[in-house]
């Protein structure tokens, strides 16, 4: 009789174990130091881990849901145009991309910091795309150190993936559940050839070893680990490597399930680096006498002097009679040798090959210098350690300017912080768009009109802020016209209060940077209502005048026309007077002639 299997219950498991793989996933990515934030295909944010939290100052509640570009705001540092969107360009081309060099990261609250980041496509089981992962890092003291030092290498990668060591995740019965990016690239395989399988019959069995065997199969039952275990084998497609492998238990308690996270770290070049070593050991005392600009120096297993080249000499003031025999501690400063400095380089470099740092070094005559020293430690050909090689350089000029640096960026963060406030504080209204015409910058009495806080302005355009579109388009219009030309452009506008139709009066100028390119746009407004309204006073009262002075002309020709009438006659008649004073009758017609004259004037 045949048993009957129920397809939901097939379909259940199937969704548990991807609902499994998924979690555990998010415990991976929430544990690495990197930033990480996941989208869907719109580009909405679906997850985001503690480092990327931190980092953009959005919490995961906040930041789900929300468009990446809001939560991540990337500029280029050079141009200050706006970075591609990591999704599209994922998207576009449906594969893991690095994104701009030089980026920075425009955190919540308005500081920024320079971040490395690279982004991929998310495929589900059938491998179809359904979102897309964003990873970055904070690189911002690293970014400073390479601008103060001249010939320090700029960044050229950013991170890929979640990290960089290949990675496995095996089941109990060490079968491949996943593997990370980086392990198709070392190894150059691809998804089919290793999903579902047995780690030991990957590749062409480079993983089937006895003693590996044991310790996988003791990771999950008694709940061990292991740390660089080697293995170098021949590999089908790369050839012989030599890599370490590193093991942990991971326990999901709700699932009740067990997996095994295997970490691959590729030092074949370590390795051939150490062999090599060895092989120029005898040639090396001979050699280092006369390198420039490094002071190389061997030590014994105890840290005893045995060799000073001439730089040494040069730099320390040391002869080589004066320092061979003498513990190499003599270099050190009094506060490190009470640390104990000089015999933690030994046992760093003795435990992992490798001891490097940067700190203040003596002189013979108690003068002090910056440098860099680099501790190895030397292995003859039988493999034997026999002692240690220091090699420092100089590096006093790179330190002063990195002091100077910090200095400056202390001394611009404090003058920025006094402009910040007296900004703030204007009743004018004063903004900054980038070169995509969005808002970077407002102050708090444009913030108080629109009645918004700085996070709903900042990276809106006019548009998006719920201005009309015609209004809209005419202001994107005027700020694109200074980036084209280069010139202020200056109008004005009206704008509707609670209290009615204010009148503004608007200026946008370019902000352009040293190398004479437009960085951005600042932009000040100013409300002239009433200086509008006293102008259009001042020019009534202009026109009254005018007015007043026309009727005084007219009123003044009118009275000079009536004035001179009766003014002839009365002359007239004084002259006749005088003609005739022997004939009283022709007086007095005279005389009433000129009364009547008289009357009719007054």
Known sequence: MNEHIDPSQHDAKSLNELRAQCDWFRVALS???????????????????????????????????????????????????????????????????????????????????????????????????????????????????????????????????????????????????????????????????????????????????????????????????????????????????????????????????????????????????????????????SLVKNIKDHSILTLDCSGLITSWNREAEKIFGFSAGEAIGQHFSIIFTAEDLQQGVPQDELDIAREVGRA???????????????????????????????????????????????????????????????YETALSNTEDFLYVFDLDGRFTFVNRALLALWKKDLSQVVGKTFSELGYPPESAAGLQRQIQQVIDTKQSVKDESPYTKDDGERQYEYILVPVTGADGRVEAVAGSTRDVTERKELEDSLRQLAADLSEADRRKTEFLATLGHELRNPLAPIRTGLEVMKLVLDDPVQIEATRRLMETQVQQMV
């Open 31 to 285: 544990s690495i130091g990197d930033a990480v934030i996941a989208t869907d295909t719109l580009g909405r944010i679906t997850f985001s881990n503690p480092a990327a939290q931190l980092l953009t100052g959005w919490t995961e509640d906040e930041a789900e849901g929300m468009p990446l570009q809001e939560v991540y705001h990337i500029v280029n540092e050079g141009s200050r145009q706006r970075a591609v969107d990591p999704v599209e360009k994922v998207l576009r081309g449906d594969t893991v991309v690095s994104l701009a060099n030089h980026t920075l990261l425009a955190r919540r609250g308005g500081n920024e910091i320079s971040i490395a980041d690279s982004a991929a496509p998310i495929r589900n089981a059938a491998g179809e795309t359904t979102g897309v992962i964003v990873v970055f890092r904070d690189v911002t003291e690293q970014r400073r150190a390479d601008i103060v030092a001249e010939d320090a290498k700029r960044y050229a990668e950013s991170i890929v993936n979640t990290v960089r060591q290949p990675l496995l995740i095996l089941d109990g019965d060490l079968r491949v559940k996943t593997a990370s990016r980086s392990f198709y690239r070392a190894f150059d395989v691809v998804p089919e050839e290793t999903e579902n399988r047995s780690i030991y019959n990957l590749g062409n069995g480079q993983w089937d070893i006895p003693e590996l065997r044991n310790l996988l199969t003791e990771i999950l039952p008694q709940n061990t680990s292991f740390d660089d275990f080697e293995v170098e084998h021949d590999f089908a497609s790369i050839g012989r490597r030599c890599m370490l492998l590193n093991a942990r238990r991971m326990y999901r308690k709700q699932e009740q399930t067990e997996l095994i996270l295997l970490a691959i770290e590729d030092v074949t070049e370590q390795r051939r680096a150490e062999r090599e070593r060895c092989e120029i050991e005898t040639r090396f005392t």
């Open 356 to 418: 490097e740092d940067e700190r203040w070094h003596r002189r013979k005559d108690g003068g002090l210098f910056w440098a860099l020293g680099i501790v190895t430690p030397t292995i003859d050909a039988d493999g034997t350690h026999t002692g240690y090689s220091k090699i420092l350089r100089d590096m006093t000029d790179r330190k002063r300017a990195e002091e100077e640096f910090h200095r400056f960026a202390v001394e611009s963060d404090r003058q920025r912080r006094v």
